[in-house]
C-alpha cells in the first residue's frame, strides 16, 4: 500500500507565506505526476499545480506567479509554496500522485487534505 500525508496548512493574513509539504510512503518503486489539488465550500475540487517527475510545471491561472510548486524525488516528498495569500485561496488542499508499486501496481493517491485559510 501507498499513502500520501499533507502538513503545513494553517491561518494567515492576506498577503502571508505558508508551505505545504506532502509525504509519500509505502510500496514506492516510481512516482510519475504529482500536483496539488483545492477545494472550496461550495465548490469543485480544481488542480492548482503539477510536478511530472522531470521537473515540468503547470500552474492554475489564479496562483501562476505566487506559488511555486517542487518535488524531492530522493525523499518522496512534494512541496508547494504560496505567497501573497489571498482570501480567494481559501480551501481544503490534497496532495495527488501516480505511483508505480514494485509489483507492477499504479495507484492513484490523494492525501487527506489540509486547511489553508486566509483571513482579510
Known amino acids: 500500500q501507498v499513502q500520501l500525508v499533507e502538513s503545513g496548512g494553517g491561518l494567515v493574513q492576506a498577503g502571508g507565506s505558508l508551505r505545504l509539504d506532502c509525504a509519500a510512503s509505502?510500496?514506492?518503486?516510481?512516482?510519475?505526476?504529482m500536483g496539488w489539488y483545492r477545494q472550496a465550500p461550495g465548490k469543485q475540487r480544481e488542480l492548482v499545480a503539477s510536478?511530472?517527475?522531470?521537473?515540468?510545471?503547470d500552474y492554475a491561472g489564479s496562483v501562476k506567479g505566487r506559488f511555486t510548486i517542487s518535488r524531492d524525488n530522493a525523499k518522496n516528498m512534494l512541496y508547494l509554496r504560496m505567497n501573497s495569500l489571498k482570501p480567494e485561496d481559501t480551501a481544503v488542499y490534497y496532495c495527488n500522485a501516480l505511483i508505480f508499486s514494485w509489483e507492477g501496481h499504479e495507484y492513484d493517491c490523494w492525501g487527506q487534505g489540509t486547511q489553508v485559510t486566509v483571513s482579510s
Open positions: 509505502g510500496n514506492i518503486f516510481s512516482i510519475n505526476t
Open positions: 510536478i511530472t517527475s522531470g521537473g515540468d510545471t
